[in-house]
């Protein structure tokens, strides 16, 4: 398997790759951090990893997209597999002060992997064989006080790919949306550990599962599905006066 991994330095990014590099997949991964995809790279080869390229990229300058893309197909001659895994939790108070803020969120959260998904499918499109996998967010089901303007971007995202799975599903290719819940990750670490925090080990096997199931929207751990069927139910006037 060829794998590119968008975002490779983060905690679940690392938890799949690690799951494929058993499997001694090809995997190209793209981070802004050298040290950090040095550190992941190196891991992933001791893990079995039939081969692992790095490519430093700042997700948020769209106009190198393309090139990144060329450079892994290019790199691995070919690609089976995509997981789009980058994104910030930003600060939902200075992003409603600044709206400046608000829009650096929506292109690191949205704008971005819509410009990643929508090459990728083309990519993958005439070939008729593919699976593009995106990490979105349970905060995407429904718009919370507390954050909204990452909420939004996820939710935009997530029509996104229900609309890009339909697209593609008439050239068999995979388009799965992943959904987690809280995660104990570097990205969480402001906030309150609680019996809902999900490790990323866990979080990691469920999309390695999931991506090679070609599944369509996985929740992960599973419990955050009916958890947010029971958000979505609850009437408008009633959920504005909950403090979540």
């Given at each position: 398997m060829k794998i590119l991994i968008i975002g490779a330095t983060s905690a679940i990014a690392h938890e799949t790759a690690k799951c494929f590099a058993k499997d001694g997949a090809e995997l190209f991964l793209v981070g802004r951090s050298s040290e950090k995809?040095?550190?992941?790279?190196n891991d992933l080869k001791v893990r079995g990893a039939k081969r692992a390229e790095s490519y430093l990229l700042d997700i948020s300058q769209l106009d190198r997209h393309q090139a990144m893309i060329q450079s892994a197909i290019e790199t691995l001659d070919g690609l089976d597999m995509v997981l789009i895994a980058h994104g910030t939790l930003g600060d939902q108070r200075l992003s409603q002060e600044n709206v400046t803020k608000t829009l650096e969120e929506f292109t690191t959260n949205c704008t971005s992997v819509i410009s990643l998904?929508?090459?990728?499918?083309?990519y993958f499109e005439p070939r008729k064989h593919g699976c593009i996998a995106v990490i979105s967010s349970v905060a995407g089901d429904r718009g919370r006080p507390?954050?909204?303007?990452?909420?939004?971007?996820?939710?935009?995202?997530?029509?996104?790919l229900q609309g890009l799975r339909s697209r593609m599903a008439k050239s068999g290719v995979a388009v799965v949306t992943?959904?987690?819940?809280?995660?104990?990750?570097?990205?969480?670490?402001?906030?309150?550990?609680?019996p809902l925090f999900a490790s990323p080990r866990k979080v990691g096997e469920g999309i390695y599962h999931a991506m090679l199931k070609g599944k369509e929207v996985v929740y992960l751990p599973w419990f955050w599905r009916p958890i947010l069927l029971i958000v979505k139910s609850i009437p408008e006037p009633v959920f504005k006066k909950l403090s979540i």
């Open positions: 995809l040095e550190a992941v790279q998904a929508t090459l990728l499918a083309n507390s954050n909204y303007v990452y909420g939004a971007a996820k939710g935009a995202v997530t029509v996104f992943i959904k987690p819940g809280f995660v104990d990750t570097p990205m969480t670490a402001s906030i309150r550990k609680g």
